[in-house]
Every structure is written in structure tokens, then in C-alpha cells.
């Protein structure tokens, strides 16, 4: 169990953030940089947990990496196919991004054995929707339920080329099955139900893959050779949106977020809260490697209540738990439904944000595929828990803002695996 933070409610927030790395792209950033030919240099690299356990999972296979606690990391990369059986256990931590898309990378290593584990929270996660892909590519692996749950075992193959019709909307399901693609004879697919955050089809390009999208579907051709990089990593919207939150819902307040990627397939935060009344300005927009860049202005607002689902949740399904949190202090009643995924998220977000913010006093109420919540009923402050859940730690720092009285979080400083910089950040720009 972690510390503990207690917090009150602020006057007012003001200041301008840097919000940290953006952490899908650090990984891909990391992962890549690994497989391709040659030093690559990665600026804005996010130094949480997470991107952690990635790079030292890449280093046991084979990768020189240094200076990541740094402006600027370098990595050697071994080239794809080259990697080296790791001397150990692979530990993945809290990363279900690094567990799922390096099956992907793993599975098409002829003659690699790879063992794969995690923390409580990681062992628990789904894996047969990357796992039962990568089986009809001929990927060897097994686990506990199958090959559903880690701890997973990996035997390296050659594999062959599929299109695979994926049931769910998944960036990570997507981007295994491109990843194992790039050591695949022709052209692999995936399509989707939805367009998931496509991080990965940019960057692919970016280190030199051939790279196809039409609508839903992106497809990779393999055999590829990747070569090495300079890049830098936008900042973190689904860490933007706990200041875009803040922001809205504490009086007088003002933010301004520099360096915000702004993919399309991650701004759905922007489109909820406009819906909801806030006041953001997009300024600046500009490309940064292949991504789109922007400063993000929050002004408080009173917010009403919206319905949240359809189409909208693959693009902002990290920022629901925070979410709910503008909810809370939303004239009405905000549905948010089509969202069970959630529920296989670090924490089952669904069940931890509804009884936690009911302990603040929140009108909750959780269904299996969201969440009903009347906003407008005052929040008071009450020991809270993180479930280990950073974005639920993080979010429940948001209530406290202006939760009457104190709000204690237990094990908050699980943020640290996507945010270190949180908790600092936020003693910065709130004003006495
Ligand atoms: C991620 C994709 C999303 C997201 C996760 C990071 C990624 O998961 O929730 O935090 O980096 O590809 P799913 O692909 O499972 O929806």
C-alpha cells in the first residue's frame, strides 16, 4: 500500500503545466526504437512506471537504452528479429500496454522463449484478445486460462500474414497484431469496430514500415526494416484532461496546458466538455513528429450534464473516471453508457469511481456499461481509495478540489505510473 495524500478545496487554480510524455506514444516510441537499425533519440519521453517497465523489458532482450531519466533518451536498437532471449522473467509491472503489444513483438521471433508477468492488477487483465489473434498468425503461447491471463510463456515463430476482424475497438489488440505483422510474410489487417487511437500506424511509418489505413482498417507490410529516429513525444491528453477538469469546475480559475497532443482519436475529451459547457481554447496548433500538437486554455465554466457513449468512447475512454468527476458538479444528469470496458482496465473503473465518489457524497449510480450521475448535489471530502488505479488515484484528487473539508486518498501515489510530476503540478497552480 502507498502514501496517502490529503487535499481541500483550492480558491482558485492558475498557472500554465507542461503536462508529462504522452504514455501510449512513449511506449511505441520505446518499443520501435528497439526494433529498428541504428540510434535512435527520444525527447519528452514519459518518465512514469509504466514506460519504465517497457524500456527495461527491452533491455533484457537485447536493447541499449540510457539517460531515461533525462530531456533525451538514447536507444540502440537491435533490429527486427534480432532481439535476444531475456536471462529472466519478463516483469511488466502495471503495463497492460507493454504486456499486450510485446506479445505482438515476441510472438514472431523464431526460436525466442520469453516468459511474461505483472502486478496484481496486470495479471488479472484479458489477454486472449491479443493472444487468440496472434495464435491464427501461428504464435505460440501459453498461460494460465488458456493463454487468457498472465503469467504468460511465449515460443518465438515464424508467422503468417492474416486480416483480422476485431470484435473490440483496441489500440493495443491493433497494435499487437501490427507489430507481429512486421515479421509476417505480406500484408497483415486489422479492423475495427470503431477507430482506436492510431499512435502506431504514425510512428510505424515514421521509422520507415509500409503502412496502409482505409477507414477502420490498418494493415502493415512485412517482412519490414525499421530505421532509427528522432523524436519527441507530445504531452499527455488523458493527462491534460485532470487540469481540463480542474480547470472548468474550480472558481476563477485559468490553465494554460502547453505541448497537448491533439490526435483526432484521442480529443474526445475536448468534444465531452465543450458539450458540457467548458470553456477550452485550442491555440497553437502546430505537428510535432507526425502528431498533432497544441496549447490547451481552460477557464472555469458551469457545466451541464451529457450523454457520453457510441462513438465517442474509444476516444476518450482513459478520461471517463475524470469524467465523471465534472459529472459530479454538471447541472443534470450525465449518462455514460457503451463504456463496459472499463471494467478491464487497471481497476473495474465503473465499480471503484462509483463507490468512491459515492463516498464523497455523489449521486452515482453504476450500470453494467457506465455510469448514471446527478450532478449538482455538493461533494464532501471522506477517505477515499485508488484501487492502485492511477487515473482513479488522480481523478479523486480532482473531487478533493472542491470537496468540502478534506478528502484523504489511500495508495495515491500510484500516479506515479503515468504522472509523476502530479501531485507537484498541482501544489504549483493552486493558489492560496
Ligand atoms: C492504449 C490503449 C487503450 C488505453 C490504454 C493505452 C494504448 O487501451 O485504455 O491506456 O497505448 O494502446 P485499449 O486498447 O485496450 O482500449
Not at 501510449?24 to 518518465?47: D, F, Q
Amino acid at each position: 500500500m502507498g502514501q496517502a495524500f490529503s487535499i481541500t478545496p483550492a480558491r482558485r487554480l492558475s498557472g500554465e503545466i507542461a503536462v508529462s510524455g504522452d504514455k501510449s506514444i512513449s511506449h511505441r516510441a520505446l518499443m520501435l526504437a528497439a526494433l529498428a537499425e541504428g540510434e535512435s533519440v527520444i525527447e519528452g519521453l514519459l518518465p512514469g512506471d509504466d514506460p519504465r517497465s517497457t524500456a527495461a523489458c527491452l533491455r533484457a532482450l537485447g536493447a541499449e537504452i540510457s539517460g531515461i531519466d533525462g530531456p533525451s533518451v538514447r536507444v540502440r536498437g537491435v533490429g527486427l528479429g534480432r532481439l535476444h532471449e531475456p536471462a529472466d522473467v519478463l516483469d511488466m509491472g502495471n503495463s497492460g500496454t507493454t504486456m499486450r503489444l510485446m506479445l505482438g513483438v515476441l510472438a514472431g521471433q523464431p526460436g525466442l522463449f520469453c516468459t511474461l508477468t505483472g502486478d496484481r492488477s496486470l495479471r488479472s487483465r484479458p489477454m486472449l484478445r491479443v493472444v487468440s489473434p496472434l495464435r491464427q498468425m501461428g504464435a505460440r503461447i501459453w498461460g494460465r486460462e488458456e493463454g487468457g491471463r498472465a503469467p504468460l510463456a511465449v515460443w518465438g515463430e515464424q508467422l503468417r500474414a492474416i486480416d483480422f476482424v476485431s470484435p473490440v475497438a483496441s489500440a493495443q489488440v491493433k497494435s499487437a497484431v501490427l507489430l507481429a505483422g512486421l515479421l509476417a510474410e505480406g500484408l497483415t489487417s486489422v479492423s475495427e469496430p470503431v477507430r482506436s487511437r492510431d499512435h502506431s500506424e504514425r510512428m510505424l511509418r515514421a521509422f520507415g514500415a509500409e503502412v496502409l489505413v482505409d477507414g477502420t482498417t490498418a494493415a502493415v507490410r512485412g517482412p519490414a526494416r525499421l530505421r532509427a529516429q528522432s523524436l519527441r513525444v507530445p504531452g499527455d491528453i488523458s493527462s491534460a484532461a485532470f487540469w481540463l477538469v480542474a480547470g472548468s469546475i474550480v472558481p476563477d480559475s485559468q490553465l494554460l496546458l502547453s505541448g497537448v497532443g491533439v490526435n483526432p482519436t484521442r480529443t474526445g475529451i475536448l468534444d465531452a466538455l465543450t458539450a458540457m459547457g467548458a470553456d477550452i481554447a485550442v491555440e497553437n496548433r502546430r505537428e510535432v513528429c507526425g502528431e498533432p500538437v497544441a496549447d490547451l486554455r481552460v477557464r472555469s465554466a458551469s457545466l451541464k450534464a451529457c450523454t457520453i457513449g457510441g462513438e465517442w468512447i474509444p476516444r476518450l475512454v482513459d478520461e471517463i473516471p475524470v469524467l465523471a468527476v465534472a459529472a459530479c458538479c454538471a447541472a443534470g444528469k450525465t449518462v455514460i453508457r457503451d463504456a463496459a470496458e472499463l471494467r478491464v482496465k487497471e481497476s473495474d473503473r465503473l465499480a471503484t469511481m462509483a463507490r468512491e465518489l459515492g463516498r464523497l457524497g455523489a449521486h452515482i449510480e453504476e450500470r453494467p456499461d457506465g455510469l448514471v450521475i446527478e450532478g449538482g448535489h455538493p461533494l464532501v471530502g471522506a477517505g477515499v481509495e485508488s484501487h492502485a488505479d492511477h487515473r482513479v488515484a488522480m481523478s479523486l484528487a480532482v473531487a478533493g478540489l472542491v470537496a468540502a473539508g478534506t478528502t484523504k486518498i489511500a495508495d495515491s501515489d500510484c500516479a506515479t505510473v503515468s504522472y509523476p510530476q502530479f501531485y507537484e503540478q498541482l501544489a504549483r497552480v493552486r493558489q492560496p
